[in-house]
């Protein structure tokens, strides 16, 4: 392999640094897992910050280890071959460092390079003092991988793009909850700013907005047909894309998917197929209501959600008059970037036969731990009277003592019922994950 590209790619063995990135809150976590053999794989949709987490995990370990004892591959560099890229790195690297003692390679977007999964199978078995982090962008393909040939060998971490936490962190000092109420009017204007243009970090730190709106529509186009049309081999590419649109349309939204079928002229299985792909590109996410009965979850309307905010609204949809199902598409987002570590935990919508309704359910388990509604504008007394009863309907199916209303900007509490209701605002709940 040319050893010129190996030394770019490696700034830290001449005692560079990179860009600052934005610190990641997921760090402290994989920080636990350094010291153990398994291998770590940070999976989710692109451009969301996982070859940032890696140059921030090689930055502090540049600080407490010899940073020539560590090796970043990039797979999707195009200018080098990709047939056994991984163990010809690996090779240049000894031969062109030499290196003593405990190794940490870095392997960027690993998907790239075919039968990569036989590789790390080999390297995990064999070189007992090496310790390997992958990233990788298609997630079907990582599960499979890892449920058959990297079995106990493999770690993952889902990355999301940026919380509003991040995100606030980013323009923004907040010491305390004191701090934070007393700069709540210039929290709730970046609120909308990540509620309208996301959490993706390179648009983040991007200060002309026409770019902004750019990058978004390049890694929508590049999720949509290079990650699935052009990789799952559909041949019907127009009808993916008016699939899309429908969801995104439809966020926070219930949808049915053989109405879907017939709008678009293709068969349920079809449909089911296609979200599936979306799904696994971390793209479109589809919840279904909570049942008892597994056929019955599978049958009944799904509610649609998007990875971000901002990948949602370049499609042209009015931002203005979507306040609310952006909320909650934030609202699920979170929970699943909160919970995702939990492999028991599962999110679902409820509604009974008297068309009580309620957003999201948190499963731990066996069991409902949390109900969670989210009303944007809840000044209406007949808005107010309706999430109210949605909740409580909930709240007493389940034995909740307590659940949440999040809301724009109303915050409070009431007993109803004998359950104990907060109402939170979008921001707070954001801000304060304890809330």
Not at 55 to 69: A, F, W
Not at 78 to 84: A, G, H, P, T
Request: one cysteine or more; proline letters at 3%; charged letters at 30%.
């Amino acid at each position: 392999m040319n050893k010129e590209i190996l030394v770019e790619w490696n700034p830290q063995w001449k005692g560079e640094a990179g860009s600052k990135p934005i610190e990641r809150e997921l760090i402290k976590e994989i920080e636990q897992w350094l010291k153990r053999r398994e291998i770590l794989g940070f999976i989710g949709v692109r451009r969301s910050g996982k070859t940032t987490l890696m140059n921030i995990l090689i930055s502090r370990l540049s600080s407490t280890i010899t940073p020539k004892n560590i090796l970043f591959v990039k797979c999707d560099d195009d200018r080098i071959q990709k047939e056994n890229l991984i163990d010809d790195a690996i090779k240049s690297y000894r031969e062109l460092i030499n290196p003593k003692g405990r190794i940490f390679v870095f392997i960027d977007e690993v998907q790239e390079v075919d039968k990569w999964e036989n590789t790390l199978k080999r390297l995990y078995d064999l070189e007992k003092n090496m310790k390997i982090i992958i990233s990788g962008s298609n997630f079907s393909m990582l599960k499979e991988d890892f449920s058959h040939r990297l079995a106990g060998r493999i770690a993952y971490f889902e990355v999301y793009p940026l919380s509003f936490r991040e995100f606030l962190k980013t323009k923004l000092t907040i010491d305390d909850k004191i701090s934070a109420f007393s700069k709540k009017d210039e929290i709730k204007h970046y609120l909308f700013e990540y509620m309208e243009l996301g959490g993706f970090p390179e648009v983040v730190l991007e200060n002309d907005r026409d770019i902004k709106k750019q990058l978004l529509q390049f890694y929508f186009d590049t999720i949509i047909y290079r990650d699935i049309i052009k990789k799952r081999n559909i041949r019907n590419a127009a009808k993916m894309e008016k699939i899309v649109n429908l969801f995104l349309q439809n966020i926070s939204n219930t949808l049915n998917f053989s109405k879907v079928g017939k709008d678009v002229s293709l068969s349920v299985d079809t449909v089911g197929e296609y979200t599936g792909y979306l799904n696994d590109a971390y793209l479109v996410f589809n919840v279904p209501v909570f049942h008892y009965s597994v056929k019955a979850q599978e049958i009944n309307p799904k509610k649609i959600y998007c990875i971000d905010s901002g990948i949602r609204n370049i499609k042209g949809f009015r931002f203005s008059q979507d306040y609310g199902r952006i909320a909650e598409n934030i609202v699920f987002i979170e929970l699943k970037r909160r919970n995702f570590s939990d492999p028991l935990s599962r999110i679902f919508y409820w509604h009974d036969k008297k068309q009580r309704e309620t957003d999201f359910l948190l499963m731990k388990g066996l069991k409902i731990s949390l109900a969670i509604q989210v009303c944007w504008d809840i000044s209406q007394p007949e808005i107010k009277e309706r999430e109210v009863k949605g909740l409580l309907g909930a709240l007493n199916e389940f034995d909740l003592d307590r659940g949440i209303i999040i809301t724009e900007d109303y915050e409070g509490e009431e007993i109803m019922g004998g359950k104990r209701i907060n109402y939170i605002p979008l921001w707070f709940w954001l801000v304060y994950p304890d809330a």
